[in-house]
């Protein structure tokens, strides 16, 4: 069985982001990818607001991934396309199909860059007919900018994440009729900026605590039914309304890809629905690693390429000691938090938490505690869960840490 030193499964950003790192840090790695070409979602994205951390400059979707893909290719890093691993072994050995047959190679480590899916008509439960017409907004994405087909005319998105706000101007600038946007939530899901830009710029509606409970039509969508929805978010009767439309388009969540990841026994994070991991991304398989959208749902895809360049980093330190941490301490946090990363944490470095909220919090402070003793205050004038925090706790306070690290938020 063939031998490599580190395996990356996934070459969208994370992955590619990783592979490059690895290169530069002397470890030569084989870098596994299900497409037949490298980049991963960004192909698709032919919007601008990309590259902004990473390269200084304002870049789409395809000229940030050509920047990584580029670098990639004359580094000289290997890599299987059109590859997908069917198989992971705890004793990290990765089992692949290609057009070329069944392989399998044992590696010293790998990193896991699954990227993620998006949430579908089955997984939300919407009821009515079985109309043509319901997409992803994903799906839509892909069929309009690469395949230059426009899935309908006059269009209905349900939900706000940011994909479905993109969609929204951009189904408007290819012609199509944007009826509206429903959310579920009080708020939206999508940035700030996209939210402007993409619904505010052209006058296309946005209806808060609102949501599809019913799809009509005979053989292609023809009308779609709203109700407005309770504090529990379940829909109020006599608040339902009609609006004819052909298309629906849903934006109602991503979700790590993990199947390999599960099948392999590492544990997993309900909260995050990704592997639980220590400040090294470490899963708790030792010398299985993740990031990117595979661990946690990102909405800046900079951020992606960070984790892959952090990850890397951690499997030369790994490669290199060959051990955990034995000083694993939890990460804990109130209700307030949707969840924090990493899971746990050591003592012998600066860590940094990223985490999100549950819900829209203004003019509060995060408090991160350890026992009975408040190490660190930040105070925040507004916190989102569409827009992921980052919070670095430096060593001289890591030093203080007892048991466990705490977050809280307190007005």
Known sequence: MRHVKCVVIGGGSAGLAAAIQLKKLNIDCLLLEKEDVLGGILNQCIHNGFGLTRFKEELTGPSYAERLVTEFYELGIEVELDSTVIRLNPDKI???INPKGVHKVQADS??????ARERTRGNIMIPGDRSVGVWTAGSAQKYLNIDGYCVGKRVFILGSGDIGLIMARRMTIAKAKVVGVAEIMPYSNGLTRNLVQCLYDYDIPLYLSTTITRIFGNGRVESIELSRVDENLKPISGTEFNVEVDTVLLSVGLIPDNIITENAGIEMDPRTKGPKINQYYETSISGIFACGNGLHIHDVVDFVSEEGDMV????????NQNTQSDQSIPVMSDSNFIYVLPQTIDKNQAVKLKFRVRKPLKNVKVVIRTKDEIIMTLPKTQLLP????MITIPLPLIEKIQDEVRLEIIS
């Open 94 to 96: 990765v089992e692949y």
């Open 110 to 115: 790998i990193i896991l860059a699954l990227g």
């Open 312 to 319: 890397a980093k951690s499997v030369d330190r790994y490669l």
């Open 386 to 389: 569409a827009e992921l925090e």
